[in-house]
Structures are given as structure tokens and as C-alpha cells.
């Protein structure tokens, strides 16, 4: 299974990750209080800044990190070595681009770096534009 044909960069390693410490958090309580202590409190705040965006979004676990549904795949946030991926459906980075100019992104990825604060205002509107995509194509 980690060598899955086409799976993303970012799902390989976060299978290798997790098969190397056989943790599987059934909810996203259990996958925060699993991460190092000097990580919990920048994801609890990328957690916060979601459901306050999305009160009525589905909290769960989808590929072994916190994912959210509203109206469809809203948006996933999983720890790495250095950063906290936010993994939102294209094109909402593409298009929010000048805003996310300081921080490394693909098409679905914003790294936001634990060594810096967590963007919250950003991580809202990102989150917000989604749903605005989630509503418009149900």
C-alpha cells in the first residue's frame, strides 16, 4: 500500500510516517493528543480556525489526518517534520496566491511552519472559499 501508483507525494509519506509509529488516531482528538507536545497547540489552533469557519462541517479522519466535510471534501490538515499541511481542493490555493506569497504551496498544499504563528485570518478565507466551491456545485 505505501507504494501505491500515483498516490501524491504527501499521502506516501504520511502512510510511511504512520506505518513507522503504527499510530492510527480513530478521531482528531486522539490524532492531537498522539502528536509531539510542542505541536498540539498549532494544531489545535488550525483545528479551531476550521470549525469556526465550518460549525456544521463533518469532522473525521481520512487518510490518517483530521479531514472535514461540508457539502463535499472541504478541507484536511496533517503534521509533518517541520510544518502543518493544509490540504484544501484546487483552485482555492491558485487563486489566493498573492495572499499565500510567504509560505510553500502546490495546487492543494499550504505548509504552514511551526516555527512561525499560525495564520488563522488566512486558514478562515481558505476554508470559506471552499465552501463557497462545496455549495456552488452541489
Known amino acids: 500500500m ?3 501508483p500515483g498516490a501524491p507525494k504527501w499521502l506516501k509519506r504520511i502512510r510511511a510516517r504512520n506505518a513507522a509509529t503504527k499510530r492510527i488516531a480513530k478521531d482528531v482528538d486522539e490524532y492531537i493528543s498522539t502528536a509531539p507536545k510542542e ?4 494544531l489545535r489552533e488550525v483545528r479551531a480556525a476550521i470549525m469556526e469557519t ?11 489526518i483530521p479531514f472535514y466535510d461540508y457539502k ?3 478541507v484536511w490538515f496533517g503534521l509533518q517534520k517541520a510544518h502543518i499541511g493544509l490540504y484544501v481542493r484546487p483552485p482555492v490555493i491558485e487563486e489566493h496566491g498573492k495572499e499565500l506569497a510567504g509560505y510553500a504551496t502546490t495546487k492543494s ?3 504552514l511552519p511551526l ?11 481558505l476554508v470559506k ?10
Open 115 to 125: 516555527d512561525r504563528k499560525i495564520p488563522t485570518p488566512l486558514i478562515k478565507k
Open 54 to 64: 465550518a460549525p456544521t462541517a463533518r469532522e473525521s479522519i481520512s487518510y490518517r
Open 2 to 4: 505505501l507504494g501505491t
Open 39 to 42: 505541536a498540539r497547540d498549532k
Open 72 to 74: 463535499g471534501r472541504l
Open 109 to 111: 498544499t499550504v505548509r
Open 129 to 138: 472559499a471552499r465552501m463557497k466551491k462545496n455549495e456552488a456545485e452541489e
